[in-house]
């Protein structure tokens, strides 16, 4: 399975992005589908996930209320809309993937997830 993630720029804080994930295969295959993002010195960190069905979403509570994850299946993406943004959401945003459900409990661990988009950046200025 082949991600690629686009929609990444600079943007000033307050403004919105679209982040998309292409997906190679049929999106209702991945049982999880999630966004991590890695900040210039930082560890990779989980920002939201979608179950494959799409019942099943959750977010870190750093973008609850601001970013909302979704997918389209008739078009094998996943999107990342990111509303009211501010310069500590300045990262690189990648896309994953697992063919299996992870459990609730382990949605946050990157080690869990299979398959990896390329990242894009995302710029806040203050």
């Known amino acids: 399975v082949q991600l690629q993630a686009s929609g990444g720029g600079l943007v000033q804080a307050g403004d919105s992005l679209r982040l998309s994930c292409a997906a190679s295969?049929?999106?209702?295959?991945?049982?999880?589908m999630a966004w991590f993002r890695q900040a210039r010195g930082k560890e990779r960190e989980f920002v939201a996930h979608?179950?494959?069905?799409?019942?099943?979403?959750y977010y870190a509570d750093s973008v609850k209320g601001r970013f909302t994850i979704s997918k389209d299946n008739t078009k094998n993406t996943m999107y990342l809309q990111m509303n009211s943004l501010k310069p500590e959401d300045t990262a690189v945003y990648y896309c994953s993937a697992s063919r299996s459900r992870i459990i609730v409990s382990a949605i946050r661990d990157a080690g869990m997830y299979n398959y990896w988009g390329q990242g894009t950046l995302v710029t806040v200025s203050s």
């Open positions: 979608i179950s494959y069905s799409g019942g099943y979403i």
């Open positions: 295969e049929r999106t209702f295959s991945m049982g999880s």
